[in-house]
């Protein structure tokens, strides 16, 4: 199986995940090959579970305030704080035919290429089921996984810097428990690649570029036209309209 | 009348319920941090649920559920039926 690698490139929030979406369609229908992309956040963003409801997970009044998108992904899953300056994402999209049919082990695979891009600056992950990595006994790698249109998609999150404060200001927490004691207690849970080596966010890009091609047979690529229009539309038509942001 | 609950599950994964019923369920929302695939079968499920008796055993509920989850082939990551079923008896207590 040869791949397309998309090499880092930031997109708005909106479009991020029109990109994801629209990889389910076109690699789904072997329009394209399977795809692996690396991107930022041009905006910051709090991005919801498919499951989530908006009101119950995001601070909607600080993040009209400060700027901050907020958008529902397809996939389950937890709500995740994008800094435009610290979060590296990956997705990664494959015919349903091709991969392994157990969900857990889709995470799994995904997971080995996370732990090697670890591997490649020096630090050591361990897979978590369902779906994180940790370093240290701490989280630094979320994934979710979505079957959608004949294709398997997992998406995720290495985490390169961190700022809690910051993070749990644009999400819905109680406000008594974001005490000291609350921060502290999320910092002894999660960790960033930041706070473990010191290496530049473009050694962090190419540790997982590594990482996630090791073994593989892949040409680096770029998205095809028809796939921009249709990111696009479905940017404008379906995430940014409300019905599809507090759809729970 | 109106009931709500919230359980965090065994692994993490949050598990809420919104119900409007009257014995039975007229309506019903659950959302949460867990993975349901395919995606959309979340409106299967709930839809399954309106008209359902809410004075039924726990036990009668799950296995209910149980099946219709089993033979839409819908997978449930991050929590089960019975995590569902005990949200949904927490919330019309």
Request: net charge neutral.
């Amino acid at each position: 199986m040869k791949w397309r690698v998309i090499k880092l490139e930031m997109h708005d929030p909106y479009m991020n995940l029109a990109l994801d979406e629209t990889l389910t369609e076109f690699v789904g229908k072997e329009f394209v090959k399977p795809t692996i992309r690396f991107y930022g956040w041009k905006n910051s963003a709090v991005i919801i579970g498919y499951f989530q409801k908006m009101k119950d997970e995001v601070n909607l009044e600080n993040c009209k305030k400060n700027g901050i998108e907020f958008v529902r992904r397809i996939s389950g899953g937890g709500a995740v704080y994008q800094d435009n300056d610290g979060g590296l994402t990956y997705s990664v999209a494959v015919p349903k035919k091709y991969f392994e049919n157990d969900i857990s082990k889709c995470y799994r695979i995904v997971g080995d290429w996370i732990i090697d891009s670890l591997n490649n600056l020096g630090i050591k992950g361990e897979f978590k089921p369902i779906n994180d990595i940790t370093a240290n006994n701490k989280k630094i790698s979320g994934n979710a996984l979505s079957i959608k249109n004949d294709c398997i998609l997992v998406h995720g999150t290495l985490l390169y810097d961190l700022n809690v404060e910051k993070m749990f200001s644009f999400l819905n927490v109680a406000k008594e428990k974001i005490s000291d004691k609350f921060i502290s207690n999320v910092k002894e849970r999660v960790t960033c690649v930041k706070d473990l080596t010191d290496v530049s966010k473009n050694d962090v890009v190419n540790a997982l570029i590594h990482g996630f091609t090791k073994n593989k047979e892949f040409d680096f690529g770029e998205w095809e036209i028809m796939e921009l229009k249709r990111a696009e539309f479905l940017s404008k038509n379906k995430f940014k309209k409300d019905e599809w942001k507090f759809m729970r | 009348m109106i009931g709500m609950a919230s359980k965090k599950v065994l692994n993490g994964k949050l598990v809420t319920v919104l119900i409007d019923y009257h014995d039975m369920i007229r309506k019903i929302r659950i959302s949460g941090d867990f993975f349901i695939h395919p995606e959309e079968s979340i409106n299967e499920i709930e839809e399954f649920l309106v008209g359902l008796d809410v004075r039924l055993e726990k036990e009668v509920i799950e296995y209910k559920l149980r099946n219709f989850i089993r033979m839409r082939d819908i997978k449930l990551i991050g929590f089960d039926e019975e995590d569902l079923t005990n949200v949904i008896k927490e919330a019309v207590k």
